[in-house]
Structure formats: C-alpha cells, structure tokens
C-alpha cells in the first residue's frame, strides 16, 4: 500500500509535472505580497515611538528568521520519512531545503547584526537568542558539508536526515530563549496572535513579507528540487520525453 501511494502521488514525475504548473502562481503571490509588504512597510507604515525608522529592518529580519526555522522543520519532517519509509521525494527535499535555509539564517543574523547596533551599542552579544540562530546556522552548514563528502546516495540521505533530526532539538531553544533566559532580545510580539504587541499598520505588512518569504522559499525549493530530480532521474524514460517537449 505504501509502495503504491509512494509511486501514485510521491513520484519524481508527478512532482516535475505538477510544479511546472504551479511555479507561476507561487512566483505571482510571492511578487504580490513582497512589493506591498515592502511597500507599506517602508514608506506607509509609522515610525516607532522608541526606535524611529529604524524598526524598519524588521521587516526583512523577522521573516528571514521565520522561515530559517521553519525550513529546518522541513528539514527535520523530511528526514524522518526519509528514515523511516524512504521515500525518495522527501530525502530530495531534505538536500535542496538546506542550502535554503543557511541563507535565510545568514540573511537573519545580519540583519539582526545591523539591528542591533543601534538599539544594543553593539554589533554582537552572545544572547541566548543569537547564539542559539548562530547554532542553528552551524547546523545548516554542518548538513551541506556532510553531504558534500559522502558519494553514496542512500548513505548520503542516511547520514544528513539523522544530522538533521538531532538538530532539531535546538528550535525551541531558540523560541524559547527570550523566556527561559533574561536575554536582551525582545520577547514575543506576533506569535501572541490574541494580543499581538504590534499596531496593525506595522503589522500587516509584516505579515505580508513572512508569508512573501515562505512563498519564496516555496518557489525555491520547488526549483531546485526539479533540478535534482532531473539529475537523479536522467535515465528514465519520462526524463527524456520532458526534455523533448520543454
């Protein structure tokens, strides 16, 4: 039964075929949401009271540190399928969401470096928050090189979905960093959806921009996901039609 639900709706050419349809639409919304995002952000949206325009970065910070912790979830739920059902698509998943997701974790410590300057009187502080982002970058990294020196696929996908599940540990470390420890990092404003500690003209185009930068994400791995199913699958028979016909 799993074998059959893995071949029907989990099979490289499926994916190829469906994401050729929906690249555009997720491409569309992405550009929807991030020019009003950063638009009302940028330009709409009032100063803040304490920091001035400078709360601007935010709207870059904040989503790019979303979604880095959601992509290593990814990361973390494709590996387990990997392990457990060995299910060729989520193992792809896996691989071409890491490099995604470092460049996120990059985007979000530095933009969290520029941040802070200002606010702090310093680029950098070993804050339980930061140290915990600067790990979960070191994760990203330790995955990408992992996999970069085993040749064998099967030990390769093996060897990062284990990596991958023992670091997962650290995301509510870093969620819960500015609660357990007394950290200069603020605590939590949006993820308090009753009461959110943001007026609704800063918050929506907040909003806007995390849903731009998962859709981003989205669009992303859904490109190189193709990429790589194409390299795995250069053999096969519906490889050489679609190359054909595209």
Known sequence: MLHWFNQKFLSPKLFYTTTTRLL???????????FYGLITGLFIAPADYQQGDGFRIMYVHVPSAFVAMAIYMTMACSAFVTLVW???MAAICMSCSASIGAWFTFLA??????????MWGAWWVWDARLTSVLILFFLYIGFIALQSVITDPQSRDRAGALLAIVGVINLPIIHYSVIWWNTLHQGPTISKFASPSIAPDMLYPLMAMILAFFLFYFWILMLRMRNQIVLREIKSQWVSEVMQHG
């Open 86 to 88: 060995r299910v060729k």
């Open 109 to 118: 410590l530095v933009t969290g470096s520029i941040w802070g300057k200002p």
């Open 24 to 34: 555009p639409w997720v491409g569309g919304a992405f550009a929807v949401c991030f």
